[in-house]
């Protein structure tokens, strides 16, 4: 399986982005698809994961009401819609696939994923 991320940029405070995440390779619709950030200096974080079966969404605390997880399953395909940015959300975003089922509770460990995209770097200038 292959990760591709892309939509990452510069974008003023306030401003939105939005990523995507294409899987290649073999997968299911099961697949859970999870986004996390790290900043420079900073460890990597949860931002976001949404579910294959029954396609549950979850955020961390800090981008609830701001960011939209969506899949386009015939795509292979998960976005991440970020609005009203802020310069604490500046980080390289990277994307990553489960590819067995998981449960809600652990969907924010990077430990359960088997595989990472490349990263996308998103800049937010004031």
């Known amino acids: 399986v292959q990760l591709q991320a892309s939509g990452g940029g510069l974008v003023l405070v306030g401003g939105s982005l939005r990523l995507s995440c294409t899987a290649s390779?073999?997968?299911?619709?099961?697949?859970?698809l999870g986004w996390f950030r790290q900043a420079p200096e900073k460890e990597r974080e949860f931002v976001a994961a949404?579910?294959?079966?029954?396609?549950?969404?979850y955020y961390a605390d800090s981008v609830k009401g701001r960011f939209t997880i969506s899949r386009d399953n015939p795509k292979n395909t998960v976005y991440l819609q970020m609005n009203s940015l802020r310069p604490e959300d500046a980080a390289v975003y990277y994307c990553?696939?489960?590819?067995?089922?998981?449960?809600?509770?652990?969907?924010?460990?990077?430990?359960?994923?088997?595989?990472w995209g490349q990263g996308t770097q998103v800049t937010v200038s004031s």
């Open positions: 949404i579910r294959g079966v029954g396609g549950g969404t």
């Open positions: 390779g073999r997968t299911s619709n099961d697949y859970t």
């Open positions: 990553a696939l489960r590819e067995r089922r998981i449960i809600a509770g652990l969907v924010h460990n990077s430990i359960y994923y088997d595989y």
